[in-house]
């Protein structure tokens, strides 16, 4: 027991040495202005904030939307003015890109297909060019980058998770005032992750589901931007699981989710930006949430108006929130602030437990965050015997509540807080 105990604080210095802070910034820029950034941040400063350019002598695109990476080798970026789904290393560097995807939003993988949501009617596939009524999800082949499925959803989809095979699509309608050939969506499309079919769509009678869309295991944090005039603004925790049976499987809270993201516990911070064309005005929110509790109570427990340390009076400070993020291999916080929405906005960086670090000038509109891998946590590290007490709950690395079901033996999952090998 003893020789296991030294084995596994060896593994997890091994691991915390490697987990510095490396933060991948997305700065959307102006729409059609061409001029979308990456911001490196790494450990306490602001390393470039044109790092694409620095590293690919060219410009990353216009209006880019999302980030995630996708292994050890691969991240995924969404440029949705540009038309393109670029695809870079974790060191900066270009390797291919996707076409093919108009309109693109968000984006989710399992490490063999990249899904894309789109708010365009078109898109090129392997078998020929497709068309659609209202938006869809593309699957990208990560052997060739070519898009080799998609499916139509609501009109303008936004966020998108995956669970047990599953793609889960919160769609907006967003184009509902200026289109008028269509009202405000309120429901969560399920996909067929292998056929690219529609399984069924979850109405959640509420409008709107813009905004990120957080996942913790099998809860997703979905925003409601109401219609802007006498629908207000709310958020919902939604259960991917019960989704599958039963259309009863999210509860409503009556504070918006605009921005959030997965804490290491598999909770929910929360930053809410309720805007209305009445008042011309924001009401901004700031919540902790536990998706478990919310939806075994159905909205009884679970939610806490405040965020950890100073973390909700510095958002309260700031001229416009517009984004916040967990460091899943650190726990460390961090949130933007965009300003005019017109010059260069803020990166702010706290201590897990919220002390705030530092406010760093970054670029236009900072709003999409990824923490880079430690190398090679893939592969994981040989040599440890121990097993996890059962009772106990693991996070994978991107900071979401671990299914046990898929869990797997010599990968790294978050447990106590530290990352710890999986050898069950």
Known sequence: MKQCFTLLLLTLYIIGARAEEKIILLNEGMWQADNGRLTYFENGSVVSNQWFRDKNG?????????????????????????????????????VAATEDIPNNRRLCSDDKYVYVTSYGHECETVYGTRYFTKGYVAKIDLGNFKVVGAC????????????????????????????????????VSIVNASTMTLEKNIDTHVPNLFGEMSQSGRYLCINSSGDYYETTACGLIFDCAKALTSDDCFVRFNYPATYNCTTTDGSFLVVGSDFSYITGEYEFSYLTINPRQMIESRGANGISRSLPGSVGSDFAAMTQPYGIYVNPYTGYIYGTDAGSFEGAGYLYQWSPAGQLLGKHKVYINPGHFLAVAPAGYYDGIGGITCRETPDDVWYDLQGRVADRATMRRGNIYVKDGKKTLFTK
């Open 58 to 94: 060219r410009k990353l695109g216009d209006t880019p939307n999302d980030i995630i990476q996708i292994n050890d080798n691969l991240i995924a970026i969404a440029i949705n003015w540009s038309n393109i789904v670029q695809f870079i290393t974790p060191s900066g560097y270009a």
């Open 152 to 187: 139509e959803v609501g009109y303008e989809p936004e966020g998108i998770a995956l669970y047990d095979g599953r793609l889960f699509i919160a769609n907006t309608g967003g184009y509902a005032e200026q289109e008028g050939d269509h009202d405000y969506e309120t429901t």
